[in-house]
Protein backbone atom coordinates (compact mmCIF):
# COMPACT_ATOMS: atom_id res chain seq x y z
CA UNK A 1 0.00 0.00 0.00
CA UNK A 2 3.03 2.48 0.61
CA UNK A 3 3.58 2.50 -3.16
CA UNK A 4 -0.05 3.65 -3.77
CA UNK A 5 1.01 7.08 -2.94
CA UNK A 6 4.24 7.05 -5.00
CA UNK A 7 2.39 5.80 -7.99
CA UNK A 8 -0.24 9.08 -7.48
CA UNK A 9 2.19 11.50 -7.31
CA UNK A 10 3.91 10.06 -10.37
CA UNK A 11 0.67 9.60 -12.12
CA UNK A 12 -0.03 13.60 -11.18
CA UNK A 13 3.57 14.76 -12.19
CA UNK A 14 3.62 13.13 -15.43
CA UNK A 15 -0.08 14.59 -16.00
CA UNK A 16 1.15 18.03 -15.25
CA UNK A 17 4.05 18.03 -17.82
CA UNK A 18 1.38 16.51 -20.02
CA UNK A 19 -1.45 19.06 -19.87
CA UNK A 20 1.71 22.05 -19.81
CA UNK A 21 2.61 20.70 -23.44
CA UNK A 22 -0.68 20.14 -24.57
CA UNK A 23 -2.09 23.95 -22.42
CA UNK A 24 1.06 26.12 -22.07
CA UNK A 25 -1.64 28.67 -20.40
CA UNK A 26 -1.77 30.50 -16.95
CA UNK A 27 -4.05 28.89 -14.12
CA UNK A 28 -5.91 30.40 -10.78
CA UNK A 29 -7.52 28.91 -7.49
CA UNK A 30 -7.23 29.68 -4.48
CA UNK A 31 -4.15 31.69 -2.75
CA UNK A 32 -0.72 29.75 -3.03
CA UNK A 33 0.15 30.21 0.42
CA UNK A 34 3.32 28.72 1.19
CA UNK A 35 3.04 27.05 -1.70
CA UNK A 36 6.38 26.05 -3.28
CA UNK A 37 6.96 27.71 -6.57
CA UNK A 38 7.54 25.55 -9.16
CA UNK A 39 11.12 25.87 -10.90
CA UNK A 40 11.61 25.58 -14.62
CA UNK A 41 15.23 23.84 -13.98
CA UNK A 42 14.05 20.55 -12.82
CA UNK A 43 11.49 18.24 -11.46
CA UNK A 44 9.65 18.94 -7.69
CA UNK A 45 9.08 15.72 -5.36
CA UNK A 46 6.93 15.81 -2.45
CA UNK A 47 8.06 12.64 -0.42
CA UNK A 48 5.31 10.23 1.54
CA UNK A 49 6.12 11.37 4.67
CA UNK A 50 5.08 15.17 3.52
CA UNK A 51 2.17 14.46 2.09
CA UNK A 52 1.55 12.02 5.42
CA UNK A 53 1.91 15.88 7.04
CA UNK A 54 -0.08 17.84 5.07
CA UNK A 55 -3.05 15.48 5.45
CA UNK A 56 -2.94 15.98 9.21
CA UNK A 57 -2.37 19.30 9.48
CA UNK A 58 -5.45 20.14 7.19
CA UNK A 59 -7.47 17.82 9.44
CA UNK A 60 -6.30 19.39 12.86
CA UNK A 61 -6.66 22.71 11.35
CA UNK A 62 -10.17 22.34 9.79
CA UNK A 63 -8.90 23.46 6.30
CA UNK A 64 -9.41 21.73 3.30
CA UNK A 65 -7.42 22.64 0.46
CA UNK A 66 -3.30 22.87 0.51
CA UNK A 67 -1.53 24.64 -2.10
CA UNK A 68 2.21 22.30 -2.51
CA UNK A 69 2.99 23.60 -5.87
CA UNK A 70 2.19 27.25 -7.74
CA UNK A 71 3.09 26.49 -11.16
CA UNK A 72 2.15 30.03 -12.54
CA UNK A 73 0.34 28.30 -15.23
CA UNK A 74 -0.77 24.99 -12.87
CA UNK A 75 -1.16 24.60 -9.03
CA UNK A 76 -1.22 21.02 -7.30
CA UNK A 77 -2.74 20.86 -4.42
CA UNK A 78 -3.91 18.64 -1.48
CA UNK A 79 -7.61 18.16 -1.16
CA UNK A 80 -10.27 17.29 1.73
CA UNK A 81 -13.80 17.20 0.28
CA UNK A 82 -16.72 17.21 2.15
CA UNK A 83 -20.57 16.43 2.36
CA UNK A 84 -20.62 20.60 2.43
CA UNK A 85 -18.56 21.52 -0.27
CA UNK A 86 -20.25 23.18 -3.33
CA UNK A 87 -20.27 21.80 -6.71
CA UNK A 88 -18.73 24.16 -9.43
CA UNK A 89 -18.02 25.03 -12.38
CA UNK A 90 -14.36 27.08 -14.20
CA UNK A 91 -15.21 28.98 -16.93
CA UNK A 92 -11.45 28.35 -17.81
CA UNK A 93 -9.57 26.25 -15.69
CA UNK A 94 -9.62 22.05 -15.83
CA UNK A 95 -9.37 20.32 -13.07
CA UNK A 96 -7.61 16.49 -12.70
CA UNK A 97 -8.53 15.06 -9.16
CA UNK A 98 -6.77 11.95 -8.03
CA UNK A 99 -8.21 9.92 -5.22
CA UNK A 100 -5.89 9.06 -2.53
CA UNK A 101 -7.96 7.79 0.41
CA UNK A 102 -12.28 7.64 1.05
CA UNK A 103 -14.85 7.37 -1.11
CA UNK A 104 -17.66 9.36 -3.14
CA UNK A 105 -20.04 9.92 -6.15
CA UNK A 106 -18.56 12.12 -8.80
CA UNK A 107 -21.17 14.12 -10.07
CA UNK A 108 -20.49 15.68 -13.82
CA UNK A 109 -22.32 17.65 -16.51
CA UNK A 110 -26.16 18.45 -15.86
CA UNK A 111 -26.87 21.84 -14.65
CA UNK A 112 -25.54 23.95 -11.79
CA UNK A 113 -28.87 24.84 -9.60
CA UNK A 114 -28.64 28.15 -7.94
CA UNK A 115 -25.43 29.70 -9.69
CA UNK A 116 -23.89 32.53 -7.78
CA UNK A 117 -20.32 34.10 -8.84
CA UNK A 118 -17.36 33.35 -6.62
CA UNK A 119 -15.42 36.44 -6.02
CA UNK A 120 -11.47 37.00 -7.28
CA UNK A 121 -11.54 33.07 -9.44
CA UNK A 122 -13.39 32.05 -12.15
CA UNK A 123 -15.57 29.53 -10.56
CA UNK A 124 -19.37 29.85 -10.17
CA UNK A 125 -20.48 28.05 -7.11
CA UNK A 126 -24.28 25.84 -6.76
CA UNK A 127 -26.43 24.18 -4.67
CA UNK A 128 -26.26 20.87 -6.34
CA UNK A 129 -26.32 19.25 -9.72
CA UNK A 130 -29.45 18.34 -11.72
CA UNK A 131 -29.30 16.04 -14.31
CA UNK A 132 -25.49 15.17 -14.07
CA UNK A 133 -23.52 11.65 -14.47
CA UNK A 134 -22.57 9.99 -11.46
CA UNK A 135 -19.62 7.66 -10.99
CA UNK A 136 -18.46 6.37 -8.25
CA UNK A 137 -15.08 7.50 -7.28
CA UNK A 138 -12.79 5.57 -5.18
CA UNK A 139 -8.69 5.45 -4.64
CA UNK A 140 -6.68 5.17 -7.39
CA UNK A 141 -9.82 6.92 -9.58
CA UNK A 142 -8.37 10.13 -12.02
CA UNK A 143 -11.30 12.77 -13.08
CA UNK A 144 -10.55 15.20 -15.65
CA UNK A 145 -13.11 18.04 -15.73
CA UNK A 146 -12.78 20.07 -18.84
CA UNK A 147 -14.21 24.27 -18.18
CA UNK A 148 -17.49 24.49 -18.55
CA UNK A 149 -18.69 21.26 -17.06
CA UNK A 150 -20.33 21.79 -13.54
CA UNK A 151 -19.00 19.23 -11.53
CA UNK A 152 -19.52 18.21 -7.11
CA UNK A 153 -19.01 15.06 -5.20
CA UNK A 154 -21.74 13.46 -2.82
CA UNK A 155 -22.12 10.57 -0.42
CA UNK A 156 -18.53 11.84 0.71
CA UNK A 157 -16.87 9.00 2.97
CA UNK A 158 -13.31 10.21 4.27
CA UNK A 159 -12.37 11.92 0.46
CA UNK A 160 -8.87 13.16 -0.02
CA UNK A 161 -7.47 13.88 -3.08
CA UNK A 162 -5.02 15.47 -5.22
CA UNK A 163 -6.01 18.04 -7.53
CA UNK A 164 -4.45 19.79 -10.36
CA UNK A 165 -5.75 22.82 -12.01
CA UNK A 166 -4.96 24.58 -14.66
CA UNK A 167 -6.03 27.08 -17.35
CA UNK A 168 -6.79 26.08 -20.83
CA UNK A 169 -8.16 29.40 -22.48
Known sequence: ??????????????????????CGTAAHGQAADSAAKARTDKASYFGHGDIENIWKDLEAKHVINKRVLEGGQYSINVRIVEESTAP????????????EEGSAV??????????????????IAGSSIQGGTEQA???GDI???????????????????YLIRFNVK
Open 88 to 99: LVHSTSADVWVM
Open 106 to 123: AVTGGTLLDPKKRPNVDD
Open 143 to 161: LFVPPGVPHGFKNIKGFRA
Open 137 to 139: FMP
Open 1 to 22: MKERPLRILAIIAISTVALLGL
